[in-house]
């Protein structure tokens, strides 16, 4: 049961522990906030005619160009005066034909669903042994020495039952990487969904073609494959066209001054982009569209916090973080990193019911600021996690130091987590009410952390960086995608 903000609840927020009074304006403040969202909120509707209107949201086809422009005249109906479009150079991947054939020789094959990952080759052709390399991790690869070499890895993308126990999964690039590395010459990856689902996405660290060909198949045929490889060899073909080259992309930033410290910003974002097999509602329309609300929700309520509010629409997350990568080169070129303070950044966010940040010296402010949320709906639970992992566009930011976070604990709409990166990912998935919960419950979030007096969390030096890297177990794949910096 939702329970509403009333007088009495604000004299219980008033009375909260010092460090959720440091702006005593603040239960007031997500109050209007809540009202005007729940009431108001343009979430649902913009995903809606996006999707209806743009189809997918691929970085580099003309879909990707009408998603930019599509943002960026919301940005400026919504009231924004500083509006830009950030561009950048990126390297376009697009499917063309595939063709994959498994049998017991060369001349019995037969033909299997499949789909091209990104960044396969631009042209591929080749017949070789398949060798089951189980989870595809580099500790399958030493227990067999050189097994792959000159032939077809078949892999899972997650992690197979009957593992050893505390075996972590690698990003499906990372365990490409690796079956280039022992001399495969293919790679198919079994999807971990039921029911023939296939699921795109890159088998390319860099963001750059791979110079072997990269398949995903469904689960049920990848383990059919599994069980034959027992008793018998067998031989896989892949045929496959893409096309890939550079055009031009760009990030769309709305920026909303400061009114006392307009030097230090609070960058908030999501990856407008999708894959093209759908119209990548989940992926990542709710996040980016709820961003987008809340850009909405603060210039409707003219919400003016001490720190700056950059409000940014990535492209290129799908193909490798181009778009935040590019933001960082940027910031860097022009000098202004240091004034990035924290970043917030929502993929796939749905629901929330409580706060994340990579530092846990964040949890006093962001359960302050969750506190006043859940005395408005107690459908929120404040809860605060400590963490990081990668793949996705806080990453570039975490990697030169600077904190991170977002909402958490929510879960996806019902049957979206199985249409992750494949055909079924549209907007008949979208949750309006859950997409709205992120909207206010971010909002609030966003306002406390640019409002606060002073922020926990602090710029990590180059050492602190890599201890908090290798405190958070991120070195291998780091190393595998070839970003780790330091020499040990």
């Known amino acids: 049961m939702k329970k509403y903000f009333t007088l009495g609840v604000l004299a219980a927020a008033l009375s909260l522990p010092a460090k959720a009074q440091e702006n005593k304006a603040w239960p007031e403040i997500f109050q209007k906030i809540n009202t005007e969202v729940q009431t108001n ?37 919504y009231g924004f005066s500083d509006v830009q479009y950030q561009p950048f150079e990126v390297e376009s991947w697009s499917r063309g034909t595939l063709t994959l054939q498994v049998g017991p020789d060369a001349r019995q094959l037969t033909n299997i669903k499949s789909v091209s990952l990104a960044h396969s080759p631009v042209k591929a052709s080749l017949t070789g042994q398949l060798v089951d390399m189980g989870n595809g991790l580099e500790a399958d690869y030493a227990a067999k020495p050189n097994a792959v070499k000159g032939k077809v890895a078949l892999v899972y993308l997650g992690v197979l039952p009957g593992s050893p126990q505390g075996t972590r999964s690698l990003h499906r690039s990372e365990k490409t990487a690796l079956a280039l590395k022992y001399g495969a010459k293919g790679i198919i990856i079994i999807n971990t969904v039921a029911g023939g689902t296939l699921l795109t996405g890159t088998a390319s660290v860099t963001g750059k073609l791979i110079p072997i060909p990269a398949v995903c198949v469904g689960r049920e045929d990848g383990f059919r494959l599994k069980e034959q ?101 940027q910031a860097i070129k022009n ?15 749905n629901d929330p019911k409580g706060y994340t940040a990579s530092q846990e010296a964040c949890k006093g402010l962001f359960q302050s600021i969750g506190a006043i949320a859940a005395q408005i709906d107690t459908t929120f639970k404040n809860s605060f996690s400590a963490r990081a992992g990668l793949h996705s566009d806080h990453q570039p930011f975490m990697l030169h130091g600077i904190p991170t976070g977002g909402s958490s604990g929510g879960k996806l709409p019902a049957g979206a987590g199985d249409c992750y990166h494949a055909d079924c990912d549209s907007f008949t998935l979208v949750d309006e009410q859950g997409m709205k919960n992120t909207v206010r419950f971010s909002s609030m979030l966003l306002y406390g952390l640019a409002d606060a007096a002073t922020l926990p969390s602090k710029r990590l030096s180059d050492a602190e960086t890599k201890a908090f890297l290798l405190q958070n177990n991120l070195k291998e794949p780091l190393k595998i995608a070839g970003e780790w910096r330091w020499k040990d």
């Open 41 to 77: 909120s343009k979430a649902y509707s913009s995903l809606k005619t996006a999707s209806e209107t743009i189809g997918h949201r691929m970085t580099g086809s003309e879909n990707g160009k009408k998603a930019e422009e599509f943002a960026y005249n919301l940005f400026k109906s």
């Open 229 to 329: 490889l027992k008793t018998a060899p067998l031989t896989a073909k892949i045929d496959m066209t893409n096309f890939s080259g550079k055009i031009k992309a760009r990030n769309v930033i709305a920026t909303l001054k400061g009114a006392e410290l307009p030097k230090e910003k609070i960058v908030i974002g999501g990856h407008l982009d999708s894959w093209d097999l759908a119209t990548g509602a989940i992926d990542n329309g709710i996040g980016s569209f709820s961003v987008l609300d809340m850009a909405r929700t603060f210039q409707t309520l003219k919400l003016r916090p001490k720190r700056t509010i950059e409000f940014v629409m990535f492209m290129g997350e799908e193909e490798g973080l181009l778009g935040s990568e590019a933001y960082l080169e």
């Open 335 to 349: 000098k202004s990193l240091d004034q990035v303070a924290f970043m917030l950044n929502y993929d796939m966010t």
